[in-house]
C-alpha cells in the first residue's frame, strides 16, 4: 500500500478509541498524519481536529481526497494543505555543513504557518509535522520561534542555512531578524548538549570498546559552531575547514583518546569565546513577538503591495 505524507488529511477505517476503551471518533472520522513511520514502525501519528492522536497501521485509515464516501472535514481542517502554508524550507545535516558524501541523505527543515481557523479553533494547530521516509520535518511558526528562542542547535541552523529550498515573504521577514534569536545561552545550549552527549559516549567506550563515530563527530561539530557563533554573531553551518579531520571521526580513524584531547580544545576555546563576545546575555523576546504578531496578521489582512 502506498506511503502518506506528512500533512495528508485522511480518514480513519475504525473508530478511534481512547485509553479507557470509549470511542472518541467514529469510523468515516477526518484527521491529519502527524508523523509517519521511522525505521521498523509502521504506523502513523494520526491527528484529529479536536488535538486527539491515534497511531494506525497504513491499512487502517484512507487518503481524504481518495474517498468514494467522502465525509465533512472539519471546519478546522477543511481548507488545510501543508505544502501551500509552508513559509520557510532548507536542508540541514551533512549536506548543508559540507560533510557530505555519496551515500548522504537529505535531510530538509521547515516552517509552516497553520491557518487562522485551526490557529483559533479550541485545540490548536500541531506543532510539528514529521515525514520519516521522505527526511522531512515542518514546525508551526510558534513552535519554531520558541525553540530557537531557548537557543535551539538545530533549529537555529535552520535560519542560517546555505541550502534554502523554499522562502515566502513571512521567512523572508524572518531571515531578516535572525540575529534577534543569538545570544550567550548559546554556550548553555550547544556546550551542555556536547558534555551530556561525551559522557554516555564515554560510557559507550568503556563498557563497549566501540561508540557511534559519527555521533561523536556531529559534536565536534557542534562545538566548533559554538564558538563561531558567539564570536562571528551568526551560525556557521558550513565547516569544510575541518571536513578532512571530522570524517576521519566519523569513519572511526581517529582514536578516542585524540577525539578527547580535540574536545578539550574545543570546550577551552568555546569558554574563551564566551568572555570575549558582544553577543547580549538574552535574545531580543520583544522583537521576535513582534513579527509573530506581524505574520498573524498578515494572515487575515495580507500587506498590498503598491507599484
Known sequence: MKAVSAGTKVVVHEEARGSNGAAVHPRGAAGIVARTPAGA???????????????????????LKHS????????ALGGFDLEDCVIYRCTVGSRAHGLDTETSDTDLRGIYQAPPGM??????????FE????????????KFLL???KA???????????????????????????ESFLSQMIFQTFNGYAVGQ?????????????????????????????????REHRVPVRVENHRDRLLAVKRGEVSWDDINVWRGELHRDFEAALRQTRLPGRPDYEKVNAFLVEARRSQIHPV????
Open 119 to 128: 490557529q483559533w479553533s479550541l485545540f490548536g494547530a500541531p506543532d510539528q
Open 41 to 63: 514502525e509502521v504506523n502513523y501519528l494520526i491527528r484529529f481536529a479536536d488535538g486527539f492522536e491515534i497511531s494506525l497501521e497504513r491499512s487502517r485509515f484512507e487518503v
Open 198 to 230: 561525551f559522557k554516555k559516549l564515554e560510557q559507550d567506550f568503556r563498557n563497549q570498546g566501540q561508540i557511534r563515530w559519527k555521533h561523536a563527530m556531529h559534536l565536534l561539530r557542534l562545538l566548533l559552531a559554538g564558538a563561531a557563533t558567539l
Open 131 to 142: 515525514d520519516n521516509e521522505a527526511q522531512t520535518c515542518y514546525w508551526e511558526l510558534q
Open 152 to 178: 535551539n542547535p538545530n533549529v537555529l541552523e535552520c535560519l542560517y542555512s546555505p541550502l534554502v529550498d523554499k522562502t515566502t515573504g513571512i521567512g523572508e521577514r524572518l531571515l531578516s531578524i535572525r
Open 68 to 75: 468514494k464516501d467522502r465525509p465533512p472535514a472539519s471546519d
Open 304 to 307: 498590498v503591495s503598491h507599484p
Open 147 to 149: 525553540m530557537a528562542l
